[in-house]
Every structure is written in structure tokens, then in C-alpha cells.
């Protein structure tokens, strides 16, 4: 069965520098989503992209966020300048289908996350 | 905002035997669907079954069946014949009509013992 992939599964990063998060979503989807999960709390949606743009963002994701889709396969998350609050499990999902007022009305597919950690 | 809250952090359950763990949530729209997911440890969440709110049946996926109630806004999730494969983090979760998020409960472990 096709499953969203992650990479890496583990990011290791010193406060202030960039990293880049990457997710290969499943090749028929068109909508697809990042979440991150800090340790002991709920899972948080960040941001939803679709048709090369921002469909819906949280206030989490603010400008210090960025997302691309910069070849046909790959979905990746930028965070610029991290802060040791940016520490947590970063989860890719996509979702394909049927769009309803920008929204898709499938379920969506999570991959197994990246643990991002800040010192 | 959508608010879904999963008031057991944690079940147990003994292999064959059944369990429910609940979920109940807050919102003022009208349609909306509901999921449960299950993480196995270091593993990707996986969806379990959803519901549509307009939908009046109960979603089932062989063992799993959901008893939705709309009025109480209660969406709890029940596993029959549960396997030790069954042993994971189960997050209910909402999403409203129009919109793209998922708003998450906070999960509930679910041991199962043999």
C-alpha cells in the first residue's frame, strides 16, 4: 500500500540555524499537510497546502515557517531561525479526492513523522 | 474553535475481550466528520474509521465500530475480539465540512494483554 514517507527520521539542530523537513507524499494526492506534536501534548495542525499554495495555516506557522512543493513528488517544511520550542514530532500527511470549497473530503495519510530536536 | 477531548489516557484490555475508548468534542457547525487513528510506537498513525456527521449509521471496519452520538457530540470507539496487535496510541480526531485541519484529542494508550 502506498504510505507517505519521511526524511529524516531523527533532526538534530542548533538553535537559530535553519532546517528543512522533507515528506514525500503519495503520488495521487493533491492536498497535503503538516502537523507537529510537542513531546506530551496534541497533535497540532500547522499548515495545508494545495494547488502550489496555502490552502489554511494555524497561528503556529508563523513567518518563521515556509512550505514548498519544489518538483512533482517531494513537500517540504522550512523553519528558518529554530527556537528550542520548535523541539517536537513533525508529521506529513496528504490526502487526495474530491475538493469541496478548497477542502478535500478524504481522509488523510500520515508518515511516521521526524523528531526534530533543538539545543 | 473545535475542542475534542479523550478523557482516558489510558485502557487496558485482555486479548478476545472488548474494549471502548471515548472521545467526545465541541462545535457549532452542523457537518463534520470524525476519525480515530491509531499509532503503533514509532509507527505512523493509521486511520481507523471514520464517520461522517451526517450520516445517522454507525461506521464499523470489521472489529472496530464507532457509536456516534451528534446530540452529546460523543464519538466513542469500540474494539471487538481485541489482538495484541491492536496495542497503540488511538486519537480521535475532527474535521469540519469545509476545512482542512484535524483537531486531535490528546490520545489514549491502549494496552492489550495476552
Known amino acids: 500500500e502506498p504510505e507517505v514517507t519521511q526524511t529524516p527520521s531523527h533532526q538534530v539542530t542548533q538553535m537559530g540555524q535553519e532546517v528543512i523537513l522533507r515528506c514525500v507524499p503519495i503520488?495521487?494526492?493533491?492536498?497535503f499537510y503538516w502537523y507537529r506534536q510537542i513531546l506530551g501534548q496534541k497533535v497540532e495542525f500547522l499548515v495545508s497546502?494545495?494547488?502550489?499554495?496555502?490552502?489554511?495555516k494555524s497561528e503556529i506557522f508563523d513567518d518563521q515557517f515556509s512550505v514548498e512543493r519544489p518538483d512533482g513528488s517531494n513537500f517540504t517544511l522550512k523553519i528558518r531561525s529554530t527556537k528550542l520550542e520548535d523541539s517536537a514530532m513533525y508529521f506529513c500527511a496528504s490526502s487526495e479526492g474530491f475538493a469541496v470549497w478548497g477542502a478535500s473530503n478524504q481522509p488523510q495519510h500520515f508518515g511516521d513523522g521526524t523528531r526534530l530536536s533543538i539545543l | 474553535a473545535q475542542t475534542v477531548t479523550q478523557s482516558q489516557p489510558e485502557m487496558s484490555v485482555q486479548e478476545a475481550e472488548t474494549v471502548t475508548l471515548s472521545c467526545t468534542y465541541d462545535t457549532s457547525e452542523s457537518d463534520y466528520y470524525l476519525f480515530w487513528y491509531k499509532q503503533p510506537p514509532s509507527r505512523q498513525m493509521i486511520l481507523v474509521i471514520r464517520q461522517e456527521a451526517y450520516k445517522q449509521q454507525n461506521a464499523t471496519e470489521n472489529r472496530f465500530s464507532v457509536n456516534f452520538q451528534k446530540a452529546a457530540k460523543s464519538f466513542s470507539l469500540k474494539i471487538s475480539d481485541s489482538q495484541l496487535g491492536d496495542a497503540a496510541m488511538y486519537f480521535c480526531a475532527y474535521r469540519g465540512e469545509y476545512g482542512n485541519k484535524l483537531v486531535f484529542g490528546a490520545g489514549t494508550i491502549l494496552r492489550v494483554k495476552s
Open positions: 497546502f494545495y494547488n502550489n499554495e496555502i490552502s489554511e
Open positions: 503520488s495521487n494526492h493533491l492536498y
